[in-house]
């Protein structure tokens, strides 16, 4: 996985903003204001970034914390007064116990006002779920957690890294460490989410292993992303498990049909950089922008990176 299950956990763990009162975000009269500290039991450790929600309220996760010491999502209340201390409100603390545990990515909040994500991993199915938790019909009520899916650790894969993406019409998008996949939503309102396996790694020197940070999405709905692992096996800095890919994955020309994987780039072969655990931006121009984790210039400092350009034409064009 990504990130060590091992790691030494801080139970005060800082949530912070930049309040900038210049033109430039580097202005020397840039202040930064801690909006809040976790205590352990109101959560610890989060990793996914921040979503904005209404009246200027943010969504979040954190990995360990709440309850159950599983994670917790959370909602942050600005002030009344601007001087007023933000509130923290944990809607949801992970028990374990077939509803997921420990999310490490972002979230992602409808119109209706339900949230969406991902756990990393619980003793339920023991690779991870996505999840969805709904608002309370009246203030003040409880969130509400539904299990959308449970990973198995087969072809469906393991582990989802990144979060989620939507394509605006309730479908979701995402990958695991060995897998690229959809859900779409049920027909009627309490039917099953169906979930789509869009690929499938195999590692090796053709395809990537361990997609990283997430997937972005063209207009023809076109899935752009990062391996960590996998293609290229003659860097000595990489070695047989490889220096990683950027991929695409692409619909079916007819409906039904099956989804296409593309390498785009295999890392490690010049002085391109080796190890993109960071996800791809998307311009409007269609080239995809990203960073290595490291790079084979040894001057170099590793976690500087490089930047990957690539440029895609019209629908049906090829690198």
Known sequence: MKRSDFALLSFLTILFTFLMFGSSAFANDSTGQVLHRFQGTDGSNPHGNLIPGPAGTLYGTTEYGGVSFYGTVFQLVPPAQVYEPWRLITLYSFRNDNDGARPTDGLILDSKGNLYGTTSDSDAGGYGEIFQLSPP?????????????????????????????????????????SSVFELSPPAQPGGTWTFTLMHDFTAGTSDGWSAQDGLVRDQWGNLYGTTLWGGYEGNPDCGEIGCGTAFEVSPPATPGGSWTEQVLHFFGMGDDGFDPEGGLALDAKGNLYGTTYSGEKREVEPRSGLLLPASRGAPGRRL
């Open 137 to 177: 019909s009246a203030r003040g009520g409880t969130w509400t957690e539904t299990v959308l899916y449970h990973f198995q650790g087969g072809t469906d894969g393991a582990y989802p890294q990144g979060g989620l993406i939507s394509d605006g019409q309730g479908n979701f998008y995402g990958a695991t460490e």
